[in-house]
């Protein structure tokens, strides 16, 4: 079992800043694969980036050059600083975790926290 609590979603101006954070508890291998979704109302949930425990980062096109994903592998915490925000990032972000079990890929979710972009 994987616990994700997310944490640092709030009400921000547009071209303002937040960083968002999630740590993982229970059973979690040293190869993973960690990220953040987001899901907007009446939309399907996107990709916003990942990062692996080697480091290797993934982002979406639309994120590119104003988020940036980083991770801390010794207290399995992942981050996303998010700059220059716009209206159209407002969502729900949901942390995710990835990890092979028992040659079984194995996803996990947090609860998600709300990020509002708005004057």
């Known amino acids: 079992q994987v616990q994700l609590v997310e944490s640092g979603g709030g009400l921000v101006q547009p071209g303002g800043s937040l960083r968002l954070s999630c740590a993982a508890s229970?059973?979690?291998?040293?190869?993973?694969?960690m990220g953040w979704h987001r899901q907007a109302p009446g939309k399907q949930r996107e990709l916003v980036a990942t990062i692996s425990s080697g480091g290797s980062t993934n982002y979406a096109d639309s994120v590119k050059g104003r988020f940036t994903i980083s991770r801390d592998n010794a207290k399995n915490t992942v981050f996303l600083e998010m700059n220059s925000l716009k209206p159209e990032d407002t969502a729900v972000y949901y942390c995710?975790?990835?990890?092979?079990?028992?040659?079984?890929?194995?996803?996990?979710w947090g609860q998600g926290t709300q990020v509002t972009v708005s004057s």
């Open positions: 229970g059973s979690i291998f040293s190869i993973n694969v």
């Open positions: 995710n975790l990835e990890q092979v079990v028992g040659l079984i890929p194995v996803s996990s």
